[in-house]
């Protein structure tokens, strides 16, 4: 083997590093290892670079800071297009202000998601109106996006507006987006028209999400009884198979928009009533 020796000099030399007299080699003047080493290439010895200690420290630490950010802009996706209602963005459990006692559940959900979503297990939040329904799904939904997951909350009036006047192979592939998220959660189940078109819809999507096998969440303000005792065999075909997948959970206690209306206008009644003194006298 033909020995070739690529010789050091001082410029070759960063401020942190030195030329070790015993092997001639470039070596790491904090932590003391080579950042050259001497390999065989094609029959002859060549000096190459290497990272030391420290170099391997900031290329991991780089690395953990880019997969870092890449997560980042992959739940910012998630959330852009699982979430279109921006306000939703804002529910989530650091939010909360206690006004539902049993919020401990959504986290609950979000905990053993990975579990339930095997079996498809989901949950059916019903109750009056104002209760905190729509706000407890979006908890679940937000800290399941910020774990990588891809959801979407929307709603039936939202959905059965994209299909009208959509052709035969549109209403499927917006089905199918829809479908392939981890987790779907359709708020306010009811609100949508009582028409024929869109129960057929309804079934249709509820239908699609309960032949693959993946969790849903539904909110509604209908309360269980008539849920399973709905008065007609469309609207039967639909709540069974809600029920047969999804967890029934009361949602009760006090009116939260009541609340915060009642909070909004005490501030805004102290705002426009409070007045600005200057120098020498109020306005």
């Not at 670079?49 to 900031?58: P, S």
């Not at 209908?222 to 069974?240: E, G, S, T, V």
Request: aromatic share 8%; glycine share 8%.
């Amino acid at each position: 083997m033909n020995i070739s020796f690529n010789d050091n000099n001082l410029s070759d030399l960063e401020d942190d590093e030195y030329i070790d007299p015993i092997d001639g080699l470039i070596h790491c003047k904090i932590c003391g290892k080579h950042r050259q080493l001497r390999l065989p290439i094609q029959g002859e010895m060549h000096i190459v670079r290497t990272l030391c200690k420290c170099g391997e420290a900031e290329r991991d630490a780089r690395d953990k800071e880019a997969e870092r950010l890449d997560f980042i802009r992959r739940t910012e996706g998630l959330r852009l297009s699982g979430l279109p209602d921006r306000k939703m963005w804002d529910y989530t459990f650091k939010n909360d202000k206690g006004y539902n006692a049993k919020l401990y559940m959504a986290q609950n959900y979000v905990d053993k998601f990975d579990e339930l979503k095997v079996d498809g297990r989901g949950l059916l939040l019903w109750g009056q109106t104002g209760t905190g329904k729509t706000y407890f799904a979006g908890c679940i939904a937000n800290a399941l996006i910020d774990k990588g997951n891809s959801v979407y909350m929307t709603n039936f009036s939202t959905i059965i507006n994209q299909l009208t006047g959509a052709f035969s192979e549109e209403k499927n592939q917006i089905i199918e987006n829809i479908n392939k998220k981890a987790l779907l959660i359709i708020d306010d189940l009811g609100i949508e028209r009582n028409t024929d078109y869109a129960t057929e819809q309804v079934y249709n999507v509820i239908d699609t999400r309960y032949r693959s096998g993946r969790p849903m969440i539904i909110t509604t303000n209908i309360i269980l009884d008539d849920l399973r005792n709905p008065n007609d065999l469309a609207h039967k075909r639909i709540y069974d198979r809600i029920l047969e997948r999804c967890t029934p959970i009361l949602i009760e206690g006090k009116n939260i928009r009541e609340i915060n209306m009642g909070e909004n206008n005490k501030l805004m009644s102290e705002a426009i009533s409070k007045r600005v003194y200057e120098r020498g006298g109020g306005n």
